[in-house]
C-alpha cells in the first residue's frame, strides 16, 4: 500500500517551489523563446544568465536561464517561510546524513543547497529581490501570458523512496498518484505544499532527470494562442504533446521543449488542495485517461525524454513498467 | 494547373448547404448523442426519424437521423434562394443528363433529387417549415452549443472531375486546395456558397463517401466543454482527431463519430470570403501545417474512414496519393 | 407597418461594406490607437494618412486615418460584385437624381461616390491592392485580434425614408428592427449584403452622422483582453460601454472612442442571414433587452454622440422618442 | 498608517473560508436559482434546508439555504486544520472575552460557534462528511460552473478594530487595501487564509452585514454564459453588477442577487499570496480603477445593499466617507 500519512510535524515551512535554473547553450535564443514566445518577463540579464518571472509575480526571477555547454539543469528552487527555516533545514539534511552547503544565487538571500536521497537537486532561500507589480500591465501580455511558476516533474529511479522523501522528510501532501493494479506500487505522484494540485510531481523512468518545469495560465484560450504563436514563428517542432485535458489534476496542458530540450507544461484549471483531510486520489495505470482525458495518447517521447542535472548520474529505473503509449 | 475561374452565371442561386439525412441504427441513442453531448434541439420526432436543428436555425431541421438498418447516409440538402431556382436546377440537371426527381421530404416543400456524375446525392429545396427563434434561450445550451449547419465533406474517386462539376455547374467558389508538389494534381479542395470557407468541401479517396458534416460553434472553449463532457459521458472512443487547429480554413476543430461511425465535425473561426476575386489559398501536399497549424498528425482513420451513401457504389480513387500521417 | 419587401432585383450587386475614411487631428496617437490598442495591422503610411487592416483581409485596408483640422468622416466604402457593376451605380443613381463623381483613392481602382437622399456619403469601388495573407501570422496578433471590418452605423433625421433607401434601392435585407409600441415607427434598423446581421445599421437622431464603425473578433475573451490593455495603456477614459451582450443581433460588444472621438464598436458572435425568407426580428422599444440582454442602460453619450461627415449638413430627426437610458 | 504586521504565532490554524449558512424564504425558488442558473450541485435537501456544493468540493456543502420567514444570514463557516484546533480557539476566544457555543450543524462534526467584537458571526469546524468526487462529471456543469467557495465579504461599521480582529486574533493576512487619500484610514480590506487574495473582506458601512459570497469560475467565458443564462431565463433583474475586472485583486467579476436578495459574486483570476513576504497593495480611495479597472462605476445599490445577520444589531458606520459611484 503506497499511500503514507502526511508528516506535519516538521520545524521548517516549505512555502512553495519557486524557480529553475535552465542551463542554455544559446542565450539569445532561449531568451528569446521565453520571452517572445512564452510570454516571460524579463527582470534583468547579466553577463551569463537572463533572469525572467511570470507576470503576477513579484521576486526577481522563476526562471534562470544560465549560459552552458550542455542542455543541463542547474537547480530547482523552493521557498521557505522565513530565515531560520534555512537553518532548521540544514540541520534536518545533517540528521538525514545529506550533505547541504550555502550556494550563491543572484538576486536572492541566503540559498541552501542539497540533493534528495535519490540525487534531485534542491535549493532552499527565503528572501529575493522584489521586483515591481506587472500582473496589471496588460500591455505586457505576450505568448500564453504565463501568470506564476506552477511546479516541477522529475523522473527518479526510485518512485516509492522519492515519494517517501518529499513527504516524510520535507512535508508535501500527496494529491495523486498512478498505481499499478497488480502489485499496487506507486509508479507516478503529484504533491504539494502551497495548496494546488502539486508543486512537485514524481514519474517512475531514469533519473534523476527533470522531467519538465510549469507555468500557471490564466485559461484554456491562452494555450491555444500560444500553439497559433508557436506554429507560426518557428516553433511548431518544439510543441511536444497537446492541449488536452489530464485525468490527474484536471489540468489543460500543453508540453513544449524549449531550444535546449528542456521541457515547458503550460498549464490551467487544476483545483485547491489546502483541506488536510483530503483524501489523494488513485488512478489505474491501465486507465488512459489519467493521462488524457480524452483519451489520446502521449507520445514516447513523452515518457523518456528529460534533461539531465548536472554532475548527477542517472540511474535505471527500479520498476520495469513500461508506459502505455498505444492507444 | 487545377484551378479554373468561378462560374458566376448560372440561372439558379444556391444559398448554402442546409441538412444531411443520417441513417441511424438505433434512433435513441443517436438522438441521445447529438441532443445531450452534441447540443442540437429536438425540433421533432416521427415513427422512424428525429428532426433536429441548431441554435440559431429558424428552420425545422439540419440534421434528420433516420431509422436504418445499416449506418448509411441518405441525403445531402442545399437551399436555393426561391421556389423557381429548383425548375431552373431539373433543367440543368438534364441538359447535363443527370437523373432527377422529386422526393418527399418532411416539413420541406418541393425538393429535387440528383446525383453528381460521380455519385455523391445532393438535394434542393427552398421552403422548409419555420420554428421558434432558440439562438437566445441560453438555458437550452448544451455540449458544443453548436450554432449552425457549417459544411459537408465527401471523398471522391475523381477529385479534379468532382471539383470541376461544383464550381462549373452549380456555382460553387473554391477558397483553398491542397496540390501535390510535382504533377500539381488537386488533391482536396474546399468550395464555398454562403460566404465562409466552405459549403463543401472534397477529399481524394475510395467514394463517394461522406466523410463529415459540420457545426459551426461560437469558440474554441465551446469543443474543449464538448471533448470533457464527451470524456466523461461514455463517449471518450467517439473522439477521433483534435482539439486543434486547421491550417486550411484556420478553423480551430474537432472530429467525432456518432454512435453509427457517421463522423461530425465541431468547428469554428474561419473568415469570410465573400469577395469574389479573393484568390484560393494552395497548400503543398508535403506540408504537414496545411492538415494541422501546430503540426500534429491526424490519426489513420480520418484519411480512410467514412460513410456510404444509400445505394451508391464506391469506387477506387483515380489518384493513388498516400495520406502523410506520419510526423 | 414599416418592413417592406427585400429588393432582390437590382441591376448590381453591392457585396459589403468595407472601410472608412476617417479624419484624424494627430495621426500618429491615432496609429498608435488603431495599431497597439486595438490590434490593426499597418499595411502602409503615406504622407497624410495610414492605410489598415484587420488580420483576414487581404485588401489593401479597411480603415483610413486620414490628417484633419477636425474630427471628421471623408467617406464610407463598399465593394462590388465586378467593375462594370460601378457604371450600373452610376446611372442608377443618376435615375434617383443623386450626385455621383469618381473619386481618386489611393490603392484603389475606379470608385464612386454619392450620398443618399438624406445625406450619408458612399463610395463604391471593385478593385483594391492586394496584400499578403497574414490570418495566421499570430506573432502578429495584438489587443482584440480584429479579423475584419464587420459593418457601419449612421445616425440618420430620417430613419424611415433612410432604410427604404438602403433595402429598396441598394439591395440591403433587413435582419432586425426596433420599432415603437404605440405607432409601429421603425426607430433603428439592420441591413445586410454580406450574410452576417448588418453591413448598415441606422439609428434615429441628430444626422447623417456616423454612429460607429465595427470590427469582428474571434471571441468575447479578446474584447475582455482589449478592455485590459486599454484601461492600462492609457485609454481607459476611452472605454464607453460594455462589455455586454446585444438584444438585437446577439453580438457580444465593446465600444470605445478613438483619439478624436469616432466610435468604435468590437463585435462577435452574431449570426448567419444568408437565407432569402429569413424573417427580421421586431424590437419593442420598451424592452431594454434589446439593448443589452443582461439589462445594463447604455449611457447617454452612446445615444447622442456621433461623428460628423465632411461637408453635411446635420438635422433634427423626425422622430422625436428619446432614448431610454434609465434603468 | 494602517497596516500592522501578520500575526504568524498563534495556537490554531484556520485553513479557508468554508460556507454560509442563508435563510432563504421560498427554499424550492433559491434551490432552483443555486442549481439551475448558478450551477451548485444539490447534495441533500432536508426538510428545512438544502445543501449544496461546488464541482471541486468533495466536502457535504458551501451553500446551505435555510428555510426562513426573512432573508437573513444564519452563519459563516471556517475549516480549521484538526479537531484539536477547536479547543484551542475557543481557549483564545476565551481570553478575548468572546462567547462561544457548540452549534449542531447537520453533516459536520463539532462546530465552534462566536462572533467577532463587531459582530459578525463566525464558524469554526474540522470535520464535514465526504462526497464523491465530481469535478469531472463535466456532463452536470451548468450555469457558471462554480468551482469551489471563495470568499466572504462583510460590511463592518468599524473597518480598523475588524481588520486587526482578524489578522491579529485569528492570523488572517492582508493582500490589499482601500486608503483614504488624506487620513490614509483604511475603508476595505482583503485578507486571506488559504493562499489567494482572500478569505474574509471587510467593507466600511452599516454593519455587520453580509455584502457576499463568492465562488470561483474557472474563467471569464463562464460568467458570460451566466449572464446569457440569467437574462433568459427570468433573472435578467438579478444581475446587479459587471461582468468586469476589478483593480483590487485583479478579479474578472459578476454580482448577482438571489431570490432573497443575497449577494453572490462570481470570481475568477486572482492570484497566489502565499508568500509570507508578500507586500499589500494599497489603493487610494480616490482612483476608480481600484473598483473596476476599466472605469465603469458600480451601481449605488453595491454599495448600501446588505443582508443582516440573525439577532445581530446594525451599527452606523465609524467612518463617513461616500462611495465614489459617479463616473
Known amino acids: 500500500m503506497p499511500v503514507i500519512a ?3 510535524d516538521l520545524p521548517f515551512n516549505i512555502i512553495r517551489c519557486s524557480y529553475g535554473i535552465l542551463g542554455v547553450k544559446d542565450l539569445d535564443a532561449s ?3 521565453y520571452t517572445e514566445a512564452i510570454g516571460l518577463i524579463e527582470t534583468e540579464t547579466t553577463a551569463d544568465a537572463a533572469y525572467l518571472r511570470c507576470l ?5 526571477h522563476s526562471f534562470v536561464l544560465q549560459k552552458s555547454d550542455e542542455a543541463i539543469v542547474y537547480g530547482l528552487g523552493f521557498k521557505v517561510s522565513k530565515e531560520a527555516d534555512l537553518d532548521a533545514l540544514k540541520k534536518h539534511f545533517k540528521k538525514l546524513d545529506l550533505p547541504t552547503r550555502w550556494v550563491k544565487r543572484y538576486a536572492q538571500g541566503r540559498t541552501l543547497a542539497t540533493h534528495t536521497p535519490h540525487g534531485i537537486p534542491l535549493e532552499f532561500y527565503f528572501e529575493m529581490n522584489k521586483e515591481p507589480r506587472i500582473l496589471q500591465k496588460y500591455g505586457l501580455y505576450r505568448g500564453c501570458s504565463p501568470q506564476r511558476f506552477d511546479h516541477i516533474n522529475c523522473f527518479t529511479y526510485d518512485l516509492q523512496g522519492s515519494y517517501e522523501f518529499f513527504t516524510q522528510e520535507l512535508g508535501f501532501k500527496l494529491t495523486e498518484y498512478t498505481a499499478s493494479e497488480d502489485k499496487d506500487e506507486m509508479l507516478a505522484c503529484w504533491m504539494h505544499r502551497k495548496g494546488t494540485v502539486h508543486d512537485m510531481a514524481l ?4 533519473g534523476p532527470r527533470l522531467h519538465h518545469l510549469a507555468v500557471f495560465v490564466p485559461n484554456a ?5 500560444l500553439c497559433d504563436v508557436m506554429a507560426t514563428t518557428g516553433y511548431v517542432d518544439n510543441i511536444e504533446r497537446g492541449p488536452g485535458r489530464h485525468g490527474i489534476s484536471n489540468a489543460f496542458f500543453l508540453y513544449v521543449l524549449d531550444p535546449d530540450g528542456h521541457r515547458l507544461e503550460i498549464y490551467t484549471s487544476d483545483y485547491l488542495t489546502v483541506d488536510p483531510d483530503l483524501e489523494p486520489i488513485r488512478w489505474n495505470f491501465l486507465d488512459k485517461q489519467r493521462q488524457t482525458l480524452w483519451g489520446a495518447p502521449a507520445p514516447r517521447s513523452w515518457f523518456e525524454h528529460g534533461t539531465a542535472f548536472e554532475g548527477v548520474e542517472i540511474q535505471e529505473p527500479y520498476l520495469k513498467n513500461q508506459p502505455i503509449i498505444a492507444k
Open 203 to 206: 514519474t517512475n523512468g531514469f
Open 6 to 8: 502526511n508528516n506535519f
Open 221 to 225: 484560450l491562452d494555450i491555444i494562442h
Open 56 to 60: 503576477e509575480e513579484r521576486q526577481h
Open 31 to 33: 531568451k528569446k523563446f
